[in-house]
C-alpha cells in the first residue's frame, strides 16, 4: 500500500493539540476590516477546535488514522 499524502492546504490551516484535538482558526479576519467592529475583530483573534462532525474528515486530510 502506497503511503497517504497529506492535503497541503490542510497542513497549513490547522494544527494538533497535546490532547490530540484540532485547532483551528476563525474566517473573516484577513481583509475589509474597516467596516468590522472592533469586538468582533477581537473575537475572531482567539484560535477555536474543531467541532466533533469534521473532525474526522480533516484528520483524514491531514493524514491521521
Do not use: W, Y
Amino acid at each position: 500500500m502506497p503511503k497517504i499524502k497529506t492535503n497541503a492546504g490542510t497542513k497549513k490551516r490547522f494544527a494538533l493539540t497535546g490532547s490530540g484535538k484540532i485547532k483551528r482558526k476563525h474566517a473573516f479576519k484577513s481583509h475589509i476590516l474597516t467596516k468590522k467592529t472592533t469586538k468582533q475583530k477581537r473575537n475572531l483573534t482567539h484560535s477555536g477546535v474543531v467541532s466533533s462532525c469534521d473532525e474526522k474528515s480533516v484528520k483524514k486530510l491531514l493524514g491521521l488514522k
